[in-house]
Structures are given as structure tokens and as C-alpha cells.
T-cell receptor
Framework: DTAVSQTPKYLVTQMGNDKSIKCEQN?????MYWYKQDSKKFLKIMFS???????INETVPNRFSPKSPDKAHLNLHINSLELGDSAVYFC????????????FGPGTRLTVL | SQQGEEDPQALSIQEGENATMNCSYK?????LQWYRQNSGRGLVHLIL?????REKHSGRLRVTLDTSKKSSSLLITASRAADTASYFC????????????????FGKGTKLSVIP
């Protein structure tokens, strides 16, 4: 059973389009995250979200919006895609935010043409 | 801002040798974690060491933490070809004390190649 799953695995789209990436976790965790990994493998937090609060990273453009229909899902919607958005996006989850490991999804490779 | 910095960026060793990777960080932390990423895959948690701990073991892994020097090391003993992957350190820091919100910040990783 996949603990943290993401769809799609690959996403190729044109500049200016709007796209969504879905994430689901079946671990019963209360906190979920979105990370962006660039071509140099640098992994950077974009958002963290638990059932209490959405933490927005100030460096993330407002074209990116997380949406959480319930505790098990955290989707990422991206408006007006730009070339620089090309990266691998990872979803993760954890129980709480403190001394617990994060479980990562397999990633979604987004390519903007 | 980037918190963890791994050293070296790349490491190539023979199977059976030990591999040591270092991580330095800049601010106070709640804990430090090491993750592994195989090519084209997601990250897998290896080990977590709390700020009040100095050393931790898990199988062939040994992690040390020196908060006075703001550094950590990951030692993989008796390496195997299957250990070939990128290894990331990540520091957990408190970002909003009122809400008890934490952030995990990753370094750029060490790419380990274990040659059979």
C-alpha cells in the first residue's frame, strides 16, 4: 500500500496553462507539505498544512495555491505556469510538525514548455 | 534561506568501505534528520537526532550532532552498492512560536556512489 501518493507522475504543459497536482496520504497524519526540487536537486519547502493552519512560504508566488479538501489530501494548483516552474514537486506528510519524520511521495516531474 | 550544507557534494567509494557525510547549519534547531533519495524517487527518512542528543545509531548508520559547532555527520559503515543514492540532511526549526509551527529545511545533498 502506498503511504503517500501523487498524481500525475509526469506533467508536460505549455507556458500560461493552469494545472493541478494531487496528493493523498493514508497514514492518518495531520500535517502535509509541498516541496519543490530544482534541477540542482535543491529541495525547498513551499507549504505546510495541518488541520489548524496553512503556513505559506513567502518566497512562493501566489500563482501557487494549496487546497486541502480533507486531512488526507493536499492538492497543489498552479496558475499561469512559467518556464521556471519546471521542477519535481514532492508531497509529504507527518504526524504533527515536531519530532517526527516526514514521509514523501514519489514526486511529480513538471515540465513547462 | 538555505540551512543545511552537506559536504562533500559527491563521494565515490568501494563497496565495504565506510562513507562519511557532513552537514553544517546556521540557526538553532529542534532536530536534525537525514534522508536518502534514489535517482528519480522520493525521499526516505533514515534517522532523526534531537538537539539534546549527541549520537544515534540505526543499523549501519551512525549520526552525530554537535550543536556548539552546528554540524552533524552521517556515517554508513560497510557500504554496499545498494547504498548508492543522494543523502540529505534537514534541520527542523521553529518558525512561528505562537502557532508551534516548524519547518524542515534541506541541504543540497551528498551524492554517494558505491562501486561494487
Amino acid at each position: 500500500d502506498t503511504a503517500v501518493s501523487q498524481t500525475p507522475k509526469y506533467l508536460v504543459t505549455q507556458m500560461g496553462n493552469d494545472k493541478s497536482i494531487k496528493c493523498e496520504q493514508n497514514l492518518g497524519h495531520d500535517t502535509m507539505y509541498w516541496y519543490k526540487q530544482d534541477s540542482k536537486k535543491f529541495l525547498k519547502i513551499m507549504f505546510s498544512y495541518n488541520n489548524k493552519e496553512l503556513i505559506i512560504n513567502e518566497t512562493v508566488p501566489n500563482r501557487f495555491s494549496p487546497k486541502s479538501p480533507d486531512k488526507a489530501h493536499l492538492n497543489l494548483h498552479i496558475n499561469s505556469l512559467e518556464l521556471g516552474d519546471s521542477a519535481v514537486y514532492f508531497c509529504a506528510s507527518s504526524q504533527g510538525q515536531g519530532n517526527n519524520e516526514q514521509f514523501f511521495g514519489p514526486g511529480t516531474r513538471l515540465t513547462v514548455l | 534561506s538555505q540551512q543545511g550544507e552537506e559536504d562533500p557534494q559527491a563521494l565515490s567509494i568501494q563497496e565495504g568501505e565506510n562513507a562519511t557525510m557532513n552537514c553544517s547549519y546556521k540557526t538553532s534547531i529542534n532536530n536534525l534528520q537525514w534522508y536518502r533519495q534514489n535517482s528519480g524517487r522520493g525521499l526516505v527518512h533514515l534517522i532523526l537526532i534531537r538537539s539534546n542528543e549527541r549520537e544515534k545509531h540505526s543499523g549501519r548508520l551512525r549520526v552525530t550532532l554537535d550543536t556548539s559547532k552546528k554540524s552533524s555527520s552521517l556515517l554508513i559503515t560497510a557500504s554496499r552498492a545498494a547504498d548508492t543514492a543522494s543523502y540529505f540532511c534537514a534541520t527542523l526549526t521553529l518558525i512561528y512560536s505562537g502557532a508551534g509551527s516548524y519547518q524542515l529545511t534541506f541541504g543540497k545533498g551528498t551524492k554517494l556512489s558505491v562501486i561494487p
